[in-house]
């Protein structure tokens, strides 16, 4: 299977990829990786914008036909946005997952440096498609 990983891009093991803004905040949704192993999206749960989070905190639920998935935050911070046209439109994910499917915004003091750059995630994704077996994903922290 391959999937769109885009090099200007940061990534968790857990299938999350990060965008930094010019104003601090930083951009989150999941993977295209992700997404194509879920399958169609049938629900979004968005966290409230005020929520403060722990780097790997489970902050967002997505849920497919074929399971339903923690999102973790990819940095410490306090989320500032989402995006509430993911309620009535969860494929947004399936359709864009790195523009118009983003989940949520974080305002954060800290840098992507300690994520993975798109050649490490390509590894990441790549192990999970030879442990694939059940067309869910292999990684614990995304499936339940």
């Known amino acids: 299977m391959s999937s ?14 990060a965008r930094a803004g010019d ?3 930083v951009l989150v949704g999941i993977t295209d990786h992700a997404q194509r ?5 049938v629900f979004v ?3 409230e914008v005020g929520r403060v989070l722990t780097a790997a905190e489970a ?8 399971a339903a998935s923690d999102v973790y935050s990819p940095l410490d911070g306090v989320i500032v946005e989402v995006n509430e046209a993911l309620a009535d439109n969860p494929e947004l994910i399936n ?6 499917g983003w989940i949520f915004r ?3 003091t800290s840098t992507l440096d300690g994520l993975l750059d798109a050649a490490a ?16 994903l292999a990684n614990p922290k995304l499936v339940d």
Not at 95 to 100: A, I, K
Not at 121 to 133: G, I, P, T
């Open 95 to 100: 359709q864009d997952p790195y523009g118009e």
């Open 106 to 108: 974080i305002k954060t």
């Open 45 to 47: 749960e968005i966290p």
């Open 59 to 66: 902050c967002a639920v997505v849920e497919s036909v074929k």
């Open 4 to 17: 769109i990983i885009p090099a200007d891009l940061r990534y968790t093991e857990s299938h999350e990829w």
């Open 121 to 136: 995630y390509e590894a990441v994704a790549a192990a999970d498609d030879e442990d694939e077996d059940t067309g869910t």
């Open 23 to 25: 104003d601090g905040t």
């Open 37 to 41: 192993l879920l399958g169609d999206l």
